[in-house]
């Protein structure tokens, strides 16, 4: 009896230390059981059945991966959890000599509801997440955008700002790449995309060497919302906007998943009208004069476009498809003003009045096939893309001014009539490949090539109206023709390597870049022909599951734009002469950033340190001919840097109550040429947005929304200070299917916009102001039958930069 006591005791004893060495893993990914995001950040715990003190955790990365290896073999349960979700757990994961490496089904988290009688209120993800080096803003909760553009959401983020013109700064510079998912923006303008159909904004401050190295900034990249992409049936949406200053758009699509085959067809359209007022003057320093001018204008603008594509699944994870996109729009206006020109003591010695009235078009197609296959459950995948993308514009002005002298008597009876006429055309090709190789669940090799070559075409006819033949008649010195043609090849590599829960990233990318103008209005050309590398370092630690530090660095390069390049003069009148710099260079940044995150169940709060250095800053120039008369064109400054912080709050306090705000302060400092006496231009700037929202049970949900931007210095000035207040109501019917939603922007009528710019021996200050106070009544509406289907198969087609499921076998 001792004798079997003491054998199963050895017995036993060998049985463990045989499984103490066994080695086991168990690994899976966890995500958003809504739009199938990657769930980053969540907390994954499995415990040793038999042996509760032995328990390992950690944290999913940003593709919602985890890994656990090094196991010993027994029954394991797990438990996932993370803020906002309910909570999942499992039990019963074996690990033996016959199943060494569990690859667990997806693991969908659901986010967190609770109910009243009338409403259900799901928990909010965070305004801000950090995902790898991108700031990730889920704007699909944004009250104070429905029924608005992309305009509206990106006036709502933090570290961006809108002007009076749509034209986008991050962090006081307007050096920012706009990307929708991850491609050129393909419309006329942002106001074409409604924020309904917007899922996400990433903000990429210092982009890895995947990314083009244009943008001094960073890069902008608006994701657009996609169908269920597990689901067989259809699914679609239809979005319209009303507004009380006859502005509307309606918008609608359908996802068709039929086994291998998946079909998109989306189409809109909209119109909007809008009014402005504006004032500037001029100080002329010798002699001393003034020139002064006031306008008020008016005018609509219209556009529609329809898309579609297809995709085939050729097999498990291999899939190619093709999609094309059509945009039309057109825009007319018109705007009277009233310029005055003084002398020292401001005395009237001159004045004229203009007409204008313009109308124009914009037409733009683009089409891309495409592949995209994974080899492995491990990510290694490769992505290939051709793709052509091509705009035809054609804008007609025609001016009618009359000129006074001093005592306001007409000089001439017969208006001077001007009809200007401006025909653009662009094509751009491009092609692109990106392979992923995870040699290890530590280790990543990404590397790739982009080939772009781009042709933007300008032509531009100054026509006269002449009384004797009553016919317009060419001005040949007023009339240009350029051309400006692109080539960039590019290649890069990136490597990640992980330690635990620190992180490094480093890449390296190659770009080539020529360049070629031609004024074909006098048969002149010039070239450009430049080699640059562009490294990237990207680092990060994570401590516990509440804090996490990361670090980074990129190089980034602004290349001239055609008109910034045209050297043809144009006179405007005979006030202002403008024309392009051929020997401008490009102008490089490096950008260093270090951003800080805690999160915890009531709050998240993100500090962001940024230093931008600039070398040979493309910039405006301004100077004085004829004691009166201004010649602006560009030039590159010796350089300038900019730092400052950025801080992101949001607050969960309470489950009716979300609470976000973010405040920016940041110097800009630009050094000017050392070949002449250009002022330079320095100062502080600063920005601070508030936004509130609160659920009323049985109600309604209500957003309030407070901005302001304070001065931006640039290279010649600075930009003036602008606020607004807005206020949202939205409501859910039909489980949440149909939204309504009630949006007041500028409730006081406090948006306007000004700038002051300097040059040589001259100074000229603008303000201008837009009818932005607007009531706006919003419809969303989704429907379909996917919800009664489930398909293991997968549309592949996702964001060129973005990492992909590895693995998909939910039941």
Known sequence: ?????????????????????????????????????????????????????????????SSGYFSFENLKFGNYKLNVSFIGYSNFSRSNIILDENNSSVSLDTIRLKSETYKTEEITVESEKPLMELQDDKKVFNIEKLLSTKGGT?????????????????????????????LI????????????????????????????AKYEAEGVTGIINIVMKKANPDMLGYNGFLYSSFSDKTRYYLTAGVNIKLKKWSFFVNAGGGFYKYSSTSSSTVNYFSPVSFFESSYYGEGNSKYGFPSLGVEYEIAKDHTIGFDTYSNFSGNDNNYSGKNSSFNNTHTLTSYYATDNIANGTWNNFSGSLYYNGKFNNKGEELNAEVSYSGANNDFVRNNSTLYYDSLLSLINQDLSKLRNTTIGKSDNYRIQLDYTNPFSDKTKLETGYKGVFRINDNDFRSDSLHYDINEFVTNPDLTNHFKLSEYIDAGYAILTQKFHDFRIKLGLRLEHTYTKGELITDNSSFTKNYLNLFPTLSLSQKFGLSNEISAGYSRRITRPMIYRMNPFVNRYNNKFIYFGNPELTPEFTDSFELTYSFTSNPVTVTPMLFYRKSYDVISNYSYIVDTNVTVSTYRNLAGGKSYGMDLILNSNAFKWWNLSSSFSFYKSVFEGSITNDYTSEEGYSWQTRIRSTFTLAEIFNIEVDYDYVGKKFNSTGLNMPSQSFDVALSKAFFNRKLNITFRADDVFNTSQWGSETNGIGVKSTYTSHWDTRIMTLNFSYNFGNTDKYYSKSKKTKQNENESQDSNDNSK
């Open 150 to 178: 992309a305009i509206e959401v990106l006036k709502k983020l933090p570290m961006v700002d809108v002007d009076e013109n749509d034209n986008v700064s991050l962090r006081g510079s307007a050096n920012a790449i706009i």
């Open 181 to 208: 998912d991850n491609k050129p923006m393909k419309f006329a303008s942002l106001r074409q995309i409604p924020a309904d159909a917007i899922q996400k904004v990433e903000i990429i401050t210092n982009p890895s």
């Open 1 to 61: 009896m001792k004798f079997k006591s003491v054998l199963s005791i050895i017995l036993f004893s060998l049985l463990f230390c045989s499984s103490s060495f066994s080695q086991g893993k168990i690994s899976g990914f966890v995500r958003d059981s809504k739009d199938h995001s990657g769930v980053k950040d969540a907390s994954v715990k499995i415990i040793l059945t038999m042996d509760s003190s032995n328990t390992k955790g950690m944290n999913t990365d």
